[in-house]
């Protein structure tokens, strides 16, 4: 960073310091061109230089809220035909976190406070959109957490007389369709920074400048599969054939092994057979398309090479596993159960930390 000019030295004395008597005569003719004013060395520039010379750039704040179903809500405005998130421009003076709290409050009547910032995303200023008069000289926007919103809290919100025409909550897979190409990267790192757990993530229009294993995998860009059947504890009866059955497969740190496949994104739950276990019981299974889908649980102690290329194989928490699945009501009941088994298998609970990628030639515990 350039040193500011210290105006009391330059005005008051005007000249670098004397050179001592003995120094070479030579040495005082040649003063490196590096000298500013003083002649003192490096460079040097007025306030009014140095802030003349700092880039101008807007500043936004905008909030990302979900429903209990993982639906990303985003409002429709007057002026403008994609979808965005609440939000908008940072008065002068005014911190991002509070302009989160203020246009939430504009434009859906909400009161509330948005301390957690899940993304911080720099727009360039030839960013596609911007009308030639609007003389856009790029934009820091912020993304606010602004959690997970019940019904009851939703039926609150009350619409300003203008600007935004109404609000409706949209499949993550839908944003693309929906908002304008950098608004939709930038929700999806959002809610993916989310999940991890791991702090606010930095973007570059919309791009992680350092992708997660969500972020390179792709996670949550193709609509997620419906299971809204409900939930039974322990086996499924004998009249009703097992479908899909699945394995909530414990790594001894109380995480489980999770499938995203690599073309779409998409989260599953393995198979039971997927590794070697012990300790395994039935947990439940879900009902739904006439069908039982049996849930197991059991201990991970190997993972074999994974002979499927087309799937990676990562470690989570039980929470991030229903956060990338579209599970419905049940979804927490069958949650519930999953952390009754880790405590009958003597596992720890999990910190939120983001999912890790296993490699391809297994793992043993």
Known sequence: MPQLTDEAVTENTGAAPAAPEDQDQDQDQAAPESQGPAGRPGTWMTPEEYGASRATLWTGAVVLVTDTDGRVLVQSVDYRSDRLLPGGAVDAGEAPAAAAAREMHEELGVEGRYPRCLAVDWIPADAPGMPPGMRFPGEILHVFDGGTWTRERIDSVRLPAQEITGIHFAEPAELTALMDAGDARRVLCALRARINGGGAALLEDGRPTAPT????????????????????????????????????????????????????????????????????????????????????????????????????????????????????????????????????????????????ELPPEGCHW
């Open 213 to 356: 294993a969500l972020d390179r995998l792709g996670a949550l860009r193709t609509r997620r599969v419906p299971q809204h059947g409900t939930w039974h504890p322990g086996p499924a009866p004998a009249h009703l054939t097992p479908q899909d059955p699945a394995g909530w497969l414990f790594a001894p740190d109380g995480r489980v092994l999770l499938l995203i496949a690599r073309a779409t994104g998409a989260a599953q739950l393995p198979p039971p057979t997927a590794g070697r276990t012990a300790g395994a019981l039935p947990l439940g299974y879900r009902y739904f398309d006439q069908g039982a889908h049996p849930r197991t649980a059991a201990r991970l102690t190997a993972l074999p090479p994974g002979p499927d290329l087309a799937y990676a194989r990562l470690l989570a928490t039980p929470e991030q596993v229903r956060e990338l699945s579209d599970w419905g009501p049940a979804g927490h009941e069958e949650l519930a159960a999953v952390h009754g088994a880790r405590t009958h298998l003597s596992l720890p609970s999990p910190p939120r930390t983001p999912p890790t």
